[in-house]
């Protein structure tokens, strides 16, 4: 069986409308992902939440519930029953694709009972500085599950598990409160001052019981899913040695790959090398550098597009790189909102999958539009990945030598047919660039895919042709 290239689906956005029906949805859409070139699918957290129903899948309440128990007032969790997840990856994975889950372990909401503990509040700009002393205070952090009646797992968490939280139910303050005994772990984020506390009850991972337990979890959703890995969430906020661990150990129980990525928001592409060396490259990385670099070329077109993937993890680590150029948290109205204009969305989807290193994930509002904002699927997007299945192979060619019109070339390879091809992409007026194609395309005529030139362009004897490109556009050529 010929070898294709891996592209992720992000399988949601924020203002999914499902009528909590969406895995049986998903599962029918598996021939037609298959058949346009995605490989892998990205499925949103399957958990019962905090906002039942309507919950997106963050504001985790009770992990073993994956649609199967009344608890949030509703059985089924916004995508579905239990068992319409379990059938959707099933029809997912023999249609050819991976599964992957994802995984929110920082922190729980929305518990059972009260305690009444004491804590300290610290600084919301430096969670380092303690701004009170110690204070007796009412938080939500027993969780009993009382409608799962213990069913998969007996554990019930409270208050030391955990620590720290944002609400004090007595006087309804909101405040980050530190609990008692308990520090920060050290190998988080650096904002405000230390990271570690996100949101919700924050999970102590420095307490054996709560490792234990998220082991156990881990084995049992695996075996009861099936699923191939892992997107794991906020991990800047998790001590790193816990994935490290975990990761290490869910494999060696599995004795599977079980592919892994995390998402560690930050801009700056040495975070991203560190966390690699703490969790011994165990998990790979969304390259959220290059997502900011395509917005601001989105936004500026003065921007040196020669320099777009300088200080990016695909440049700096390609093979622990997932690339993406929008997400349900970078969408409009969202908590990380940057995104992407749709002056740069062909060009920036044009460089996540046509390129040979990274792997690239598609966001399903780039694909099917986000209705909420009446945002229109990316022009072209099917194409630009149907290229990817079928082109974007052999020895690549870079010109990144003008900071306004860049290119490359895919010279083809034997296993895939007619496959090759040229990129050019241009943030100012229309213009064109010679570039190598490879002398077994000599005397072959080209045509751009994406329909933005009309003309076609004969590639030399040398293997060299002229490609050209239209003003503040992207043009893709390939063999007629």
Same mark, same amino acid.
């Given at each position: 069986?010929?070898?294709?290239?891996?592209?992720?689906?992000?399988?949601?956005?924020?203002?999914?409308?499902?009528?909590?029906?969406?895995?049986?949805?998903?599962?029918?859409?598996?021939?037609?992902?298959?058949?346009?070139?995605?490989?892998?699918?990205?499925?949103?957290?399957?958990?019962?939440?905090?906002?039942?129903?309507?919950?997106?899948?963050?504001?985790?309440?009770?992990?073993?519930?994956?649609?199967?128990?009344?608890?949030?007032?509703?059985?089924?969790?916004?995508?579905?029953?239990?068992?319409?997840?379990?059938?959707? $990856?099933?029809?997912?994975?023999?249609?050819?694709?991976?599964?992957?889950?994802?995984?929110?372990?920082?922190?729980?909401?929305? +518990?059972?009972?009260?305690?009444?503990?004491?804590?300290?509040?610290?600084?919301?700009?430096?969670?380092?500085?303690?701004?009170?002393?110690?204070?007796?205070?009412?938080?939500?952090?027993?969780?009993?599950?009382?409608?799962?009646?213990?069913?998969?797992?007996?554990?019930?968490?409270?208050?030391?598990?955990?620590?720290?939280?944002?609400?004090?139910?007595?006087?309804?303050?909101?405040?980050?409160? @530190?609990?008692?005994?308990?520090?920060?772990?050290?190998?988080? %984020?650096?904002?405000?001052?230390?990271?570690?506390?996100?949101?919700?009850?924050?999970?102590?991972?420095?307490?054996?019981?709560?490792?234990?337990?998220?082991?156990?979890?881990?084995?049992?959703?695996?075996?009861?899913?099936?699923?191939?890995?892992?997107?794991?969430? +906020?991990?800047?906020?998790?001590?790193?040695?816990?994935?490290?661990?975990? /990761?290490? $150990?869910?494999?060696?129980?599995? @004795? &599977?790959?079980?592919?892994?990525?995390?998402?560690?928001?930050?801009?700056?592409?040495?975070?991203?090398?560190?966390?690699?060396?703490?969790?011994?490259?165990?998990?790979?990385?969304?390259?959220?550098?290059?997502?900011?670099?395509?917005?601001?070329?989105?936004?500026? %077109?003065?921007?040196?597009?020669?320099?777009?993937?300088?200080?990016?993890?695909?440049?700096?680590?390609?093979?622990?790189?997932?690339?993406?150029?929008?997400?349900?948290?970078?969408?409009?109205?969202?908590?990380?909102?940057?995104?992407?204009?749709?002056?740069?969305?062909?060009?920036?989807?044009?460089?996540?999958?046509?390129?040979?290193?990274?792997?690239?994930?598609?966001?399903?509002? %780039?694909?099917?539009?986000?209705?909420?904002?009446?945002?229109?699927?990316?022009?072209?997007?099917?194409?630009?990945?149907?290229?990817?299945?079928?082109? +974007?192979?052999?020895?690549?060619?870079?010109?990144?030598?003008?900071?306004?019109?860049?290119?490359?070339?895919?010279?083809?390879?034997?296993?895939? /047919?007619?496959?090759?091809?040229?990129?050019? $992409?241009?943030?100012?007026?229309?213009?064109?660039?010679?570039?190598?194609?490879?002398?077994?395309?000599?005397?072959?005529?080209?045509?751009?895919?994406?329909?933005?030139?009309?003309?076609?362009?004969?590639?030399?004897?040398?293997?060299?042709?002229?490609?050209?490109?239209?003003? &503040?556009?992207?043009?893709?050529?390939?063999?007629?």
């Amino acid at each position: 069986m010929k070898k294709i290239n891996g592209i992720i689906l992000q399988c949601f956005e924020w203002y999914l409308k499902t009528n909590q029906d969406f895995w049986n949805t998903l599962a029918n859409k598996s021939q037609e992902l298959e058949k346009l070139g995605i490989t892998a699918v990205w499925l949103p957290p399957a958990y019962k939440g905090i906002g039942g129903k309507d919950e997106v899948g963050y504001g985790v309440y009770d992990l073993y519930d994956l649609g199967e128990f009344n608890q949030k007032g509703t059985v089924k969790t916004k995508y579905g029953s239990k068992e319409e997840y379990i059938n959707c $990856i099933m029809m997912l994975k023999q249609a050819g694709m991976e599964v992957y889950a994802d995984i929110v372990l920082n922190h729980k909401m929305g +518990a059972d009972k009260l305690q009444t503990i004491p804590a300290t509040k610290v600084d919301w700009g430096n969670h380092n500085i303690e701004i009170a002393n110690q204070e007796t205070v009412k938080v939500a952090t027993k969780f009993t599950f009382p409608e799962r009646k213990h069913k998969y797992s007996d554990f019930e968490w409270n208050w030391t598990h955990f620590k720290g939280i944002d609400y004090n139910s007595e006087t309804s303050e909101q405040a980050i409160f @530190k609990f008692k005994d308990k520090s920060w772990s050290q190998t988080v %984020d650096e904002e405000f001052g230390n990271f570690d506390y996100l949101m919700g009850a924050d999970l102590d991972f420095d307490n054996k019981e709560v490792v234990e337990e998220c082991i156990a979890w881990g084995k049992w959703y695996i075996e009861t899913t099936n699923i191939d890995g892992f997107r794991l969430d +906020a991990v800047k906020h998790i001590n790193a040695s816990f994935y490290r661990d975990w /990761l290490k $150990i869910i494999r060696e129980y599995f @004795k &599977k790959e079980l592919f892994a990525v995390g998402e560690y928001w930050s801009t700056d592409v040495k975070k991203l090398h560190r966390y690699l060396t703490e969790t011994e490259g165990e998990t790979s990385l969304f390259d959220v550098p290059l997502h900011y670099h395509f917005t601001q070329a989105s936004k500026d %077109d003065t921007v040196d597009l020669s320099k777009i993937l300088d200080e990016t993890l695909i440049k700096e680590n390609p093979a622990k790189a997932v690339t993406f150029v929008d997400n349900h948290d970078t969408q409009p109205g969202q908590s990380l909102e940057s995104f992407v204009g749709e002056n740069f969305k062909q060009s920036a989807y044009s460089i996540i999958l046509l390129r040979e290193d990274g792997y690239p994930c598609v966001f399903y509002g %780039d694909l099917y539009g986000i209705p909420h904002d009446n945002i229109e699927p990316v022009k072209n997007i099917e194409t630009l990945i149907t290229l990817r299945k079928e082109k +974007a192979y052999g020895t690549q060619h870079d010109y990144f030598d003008n900071p306004h019109y860049i290119g490359w070339t895919r010279e083809g390879d034997e296993e895939h /047919l007619r496959s090759g091809l040229a990129v050019i $992409i241009t943030n100012q007026s229309e213009g064109e660039k010679q570039m190598y194609i490879g002398i077994q395309h000599a005397g072959k005529t080209f045509i751009d895919a994406l329909g933005n030139v009309e003309e076609e362009v004969f590639i030399q004897d040398d293997g060299n042709g002229t490609f050209k490109v239209k003003e &503040k556009s992207v043009s893709v050529w390939v063999e007629k």
